[in-house]
């Protein structure tokens, strides 16, 4: 496919489609393409034909809350096009509608024949992934049914069913098949001189398990006046910074975008919830890092987030009934996916554990914000969640044993369970890669603020003094070895990890940066490291960079080796203000917001790690997800640390 790809989000539903509205079903074009619900692909193709051709895009579709475009028939400057097509084309909760209008440009009536040719191929979200792996699906079957008004994929796989509805008004006047599995919709049209009629379009998407009664949205319209509303109420009541009008505007685009990135999660008692998912397109399913920094950075301004993602991780705390080595008591879980090849145990990831980080920083955002919104109830509620998580970090986790988070690649798993998580990101500056056990710097900054925090709510809400005065002492104690093993005199920086034998993973790399907003670091530590990630090596001047460039192991397009992450630097510009660098926060708070200003306010998951010195725009990375929680907030997050200044 060649045209790019457009995102329209709604929830845990989104759909990938071309410059003019199409859906191709392409394999191997770098990201997905058709409409998902639930990681599964409920629409793999949808392209339309005018008389038997494929028309010419006039307008593109735009980047939006829906998708606009307009097309014509081929033609050339003799023969101007006999009619014009405008689509309009939106998602709703696992609903797509498209409203097709088409007006003669002739004063004779005109006839047209329209086709959307239309398959559903239900294929997992996992099997669409660039890593070209392939999985049995022994006794599938899909079926077809034609109905009065359109046509019905169905998909089965021994107790899995799936379904996806196609309705059109008018009802098509035939239904075709194609030989290839697809089917086309085709209608003939009668238009008046300079006359216009329209069709809707209708899809509904039943993933396995779906028990409520889904409701098509009437039409695209309806849809944009749902999600005006839900972006209206999260930018609801948020002050925004009225002397520097570009956050304002990243933060007012974030907050909205975080409106449709909401995806449903249960709590510990069956209520319902939704709390913020990773990112369009791969992510849009519960994280557990993701949903907590996220919450965090939202903290001071919608804690109803936090509020919402607490109990849904606590319902899916390990408790150490399951199958995977990783799922150990207590432990917050990575991930969770609710597709067919989770389903049937073919990846790991139906319920993860394959993260050192996510447990730490489930108890820093229950002390922040049982600390900010002064509400003891919920700490009260997940006092035995707490706890567990607690227990994890001392016994599982390796704080007792080792000194240290630890955390071993797992096999079929990830292989690094930091938030660097990609198989070549924990390595030396000469990009050698540990084997064996890791320490991460970042996890042990996480730990030291989750032993505090914990200990703060067991002296204030729980009334136990003596788990308080255990907590505040593992967290001293951590302190001190940290700064003993892992700082590196040389360069009077941190390691980016420790090996099982404590051998420093001597990279020079941002993760320093999340010291400073956990307060592991001595003060005159943290105020070197952090004039250091403004040296030029880090600090590209859209960010710091993940890993300090001049290093063998930096690449600026590689995803956690060069890059540039703005929730990344969120953290760092949070850490810069604790430790009194206003200058430098400010300075990083800039790079971010002209970031984003260049794209309409939007911050990506990663960009390049180029430096603005030689190129006067940020460089994309090339696999980025376009919509992410943490980056929607990462504006917030700026506001905090430096104001609107």
């Known amino acids: 496919m ?25 394999r191997g074009s770098g990201s997905p393409d058709g409409l998902f619900v639930r990681d599964a692909r409920h629409l793999s193709r949808w392209q339309l034909t005018v008389d038997g051709a494929v028309p ?51 004063p004779v009536p005109t006839t047209v024949r329209l086709a959307i040719t239309a398959d559903a191929d239900f294929t997992d979200q996992f099997e669409l992934r660039s890593d070209h792996r392939t999985y049995a699906k022994a006794g599938a079957v899909r079926s077809r049914e034609v109905l009065d008004d359109g046509i019905e994929f169905t998909y089965r796989r021994a107790e899995w069913r799936s379904c996806t509805t196609i309705t059109a008004d008018p009802a098509p006047d035939a239904v075709e098949e194609t030989g290839t599995g697809a089917r086309r919709l085709v209608w003939t049209l009668d238009l008046a001189p300079h006359g216009t009629t329209e069709l809707l379009l209708r899809v509904i998407a039943r993933p396995h398990g779906e028990k409520r009664a889904l409701r098509v949205p009437r039409d695209p319209a309806s849809v944009l006046d749902q999600l ?47 709390v913020p998912s990773g990112g369009a397109p791969w992510f849009l399913a519960l994280l557990g890092r993701d949903a907590l920094l996220t919450s965090l950075f939202a903290l001071p301004y919608r804690p109803e987030l936090a509020a919402a993602t607490l109990p849904a991780l606590a319902a899916t705390q390990a408790t150490g009934t399951g199958l995977s080595p990783v799922a150990q008591p207590g432990k917050i879980v990575h991930e969770v996916r609710h597709g067919e090849l989770a389903h049937f145990g073919q990846v790991p990831f139906g319920r993860y554990y394959g993260s050192v980080d996510a447990t730490p920083l489930f108890l820093v955002l229950l002390g922040a914000y049982t600390e900010r919104t002064g509400d003891a109830v919920l700490a009260r509620r997940l006092e035995r969640h707490a706890r567990a998580a607690v227990a994890w970090m001392l016994d599982h986790g390796g704080l007792t044993s080792r000194g240290y988070l630890v955390y071993r690649a797992d096999e079929g798993g990830l292989a690094n369970q930091n938030w660097k998580d990609s198989p070549g990101a924990i390595c030396c500056a000469d990009g050698t890669r540990p084997t064996g056990a890791v320490m991460a710097a970042g996890a042990q900054g996480y730990a030291y603020d989750a032993l505090r925090r914990t200990a703060w709510l067991a002296r204030t809400v729980w009334g136990d003094e003596t788990y308080a005065a255990l907590l505040e002492q593992a967290a001293a104690d951590l302190r001190d070895r940290f700064q003993r093993d892992f700082w590196m005199e040389e360069h009077s920086f941190p390691a980016l990890a420790l090996d099982g034998e404590g051998h420093r993973i001597d990279a020079l790399a941002s993760d320093a940066g999340h010291l400073l907003w956990s307060g592991l670091l001595d003060k005159e530590y943290g105020e070197v490291v952090g004039r250091r990630l403004l040296e030029p090596d880090f600090f590209s001047g859209w960010g710091v960079r993940t890993l300090a460039a001049g290093q063998a192991a930096y690449h600026p397009l590689s995803y956690h080796r060069g890059s540039v992450w703005p929730h990344d630097n969120a953290l760092i510009t949070l ?3 604790r430790y009194g660098l206003h200058d430098e926060a400010r300075a990083v708070a800039h790079a971010l917001v002209d970031a984003a200003v260049v794209a309409g306010y939007r911050l990506p998951e990663v960009l390049a790690g180029y430096g603005r010195d030689t190129h006067p725009e940020p460089v994309p990375y090339p696999h980025a997800c376009v919509r992410e929680s943490r980056s929607a907030v990462a504006p917030l997050a700026l506001l905090t640390a430096v104001g609107g200044v």
Do not use: K, M, Y
């Open 228 to 274: 005006a509303v839900a972006e209206a109420e999260f930018v609801e009541g948020v002050a925004f910074p009225t002397g520097w009008p570009e956050l304002a505007e990243a933060c007012a685009r974030g907050l909205a975008d975080l409106a449709a990135l909401q995806v449903p999660a249960t709590g510990p008692d069956g209520e319902e919830l939704r």
């Open 575 to 577: 850490g810069l203000a």
């Open 2 to 26: 060649t045209d790019r790809h457009h995102l329209l989000v709604r929830g845990a539903t989104f759909a990938a489609v071309g410059d003019r509205g199409d859906i191709s079903g392409v």
């Open 56 to 106: 010419e895009v006039l307008t593109p579709v735009t980047d939006g809350g829906a998708a606009r475009c307009v097309l014509v028939p081929r033609g050339g400057r003799q023969e101007p096009p006999a009619h014009t097509l405008f689509r309009h084309q939106a998602v709703g909760d696992s609903s797509f509608v498209e409203s097709l209008r088409v007006t003669s440009n002739r």
